[in-house]
Structure formats: C-alpha cells, structure tokens
C-alpha cells in the first residue's frame, strides 16, 4: 500500500511539472547528439552522421590542416497566433563536430550528400595507400 501511494505523488508531481504555471518544458538534455558511422572500404573512408530534419543548405562540411568539420544551425520555427507549446524535446541551436583526418585521405577528393536525413561523407584515400594495401592470410 505505501508504495501505491508513493507512486500516485511521484506522478502526480510529474504532471504539476510538466504544467506548471502555464510555462512550456524544456527538454533535460538541450545538446545535439548527432549519431555517426565510420566505415572503410580498400579505397575510402564512408561517415554517416544522422542529421534529420536539417536541411542540406545549412550543413557545412569544411576541411581545415587535416580537420573534416560538420556543422549546422537549427532554428526554431515560427509559430502562429494563439499556438502555444507546452513541451519541446526538438533541439534548436548550433552543432559542430571535428574529425582529425589522416595524411592517406586525398582531401581534394572528398564528397558530401544529404539523403533521407543522412550526411554521407566520401573520404577517399590516396593513390599509394591503395596500391600498398594488401591482405594477409592467416595461417
């Protein structure tokens, strides 16, 4: 029976927060956690960073001394007359994200697409690191 009870509070307190005085809730966690693939095949390096609801024309990708950078900006939409929000899990703000590159990635060669919420980034590797490449048997 106490446990009853003491669940009823906690609920209840969850709801006095969730509507407490009219102010919309924020989300706990207000920090971009974009999810990121590396894979490597014989002659790239293939990123994948999910990125959904961003458009492609405001995520940058630059490459500075052997530094891939991705970023963006998400901004909050406008809202009409009479529209209130009352709880926002959607984040909003700037996002950055560093990858030290090797000296085998051929830099010039680097690609970028955005497809279905997906930045897919071609990281091909040097001619000499491809033709070194070679695989071992294992006895």
Same mark, same amino acid.
């Given at each position: 029976?106490?446990?009853?009870?003491?669940?009823?509070?906690?609920?209840?307190?969850? #709801?006095?927060?969730?509507?407490?005085?009219? @102010?919309?809730?924020?989300? @706990?966690?207000?920090?971009?956690?974009? @999810?990121? $693939?590396? $894979?490597?095949?014989?002659?790239?390096?293939? #990123?994948?960073?999910?990125?959904?609801?961003?458009?492609?024309?405001?995520?940058?990708?630059?490459?500075?001394? #052997?530094?891939?950078?991705?970023? %963006?900006?998400?901004?909050?939409?406008?809202?009409?007359?009479?529209? @209130?929000?009352?709880?926002?899990?959607?984040?909003?703000?700037? %996002?950055?994200?560093? %990858?030290?590159?090797?000296?085998? &990635?051929?830099?010039?060669? &680097?690609?970028?697409?955005?497809? $279905?919420?997906?930045?897919?980034?071609?990281?091909?590797?040097?001619?000499?690191?491809?033709? $070194?490449?070679?695989? &071992?048997?294992?006895?």
């Amino acid at each position: 029976m106490t446990h009853t009870v003491s669940n009823v509070r906690t609920v209840q307190h969850l #709801l006095n927060e969730l509507f407490d005085a009219g @102010k919309p809730m924020q989300a @706990k966690q207000n920090q971009w956690n974009v @999810k990121t $693939n590396i $894979n490597e095949t014989a002659d790239a390096y293939h #990123l994948e960073l999910l990125v959904p609801g961003v458009p492609k024309n405001d995520v940058k990708v630059a490459v500075d001394k #052997l530094v891939l950078t991705v970023s %963006f900006d998400a901004k909050e939409e406008e809202t009409t007359p009479n529209y @209130k929000t009352t709880y926002r899990e959607f984040t909003i703000g700037s %996002f950055k994200k560093s %990858f030290h590159l090797t000296e085998k &990635i051929n830099v010039d060669g &680097i690609k970028a697409a955005q497809e $279905n919420g997906i930045l897919k980034l071609y990281l091909p590797k040097k001619a000499e690191v491809i033709q $070194n490449a070679k695989l &071992i048997d294992i006895e």
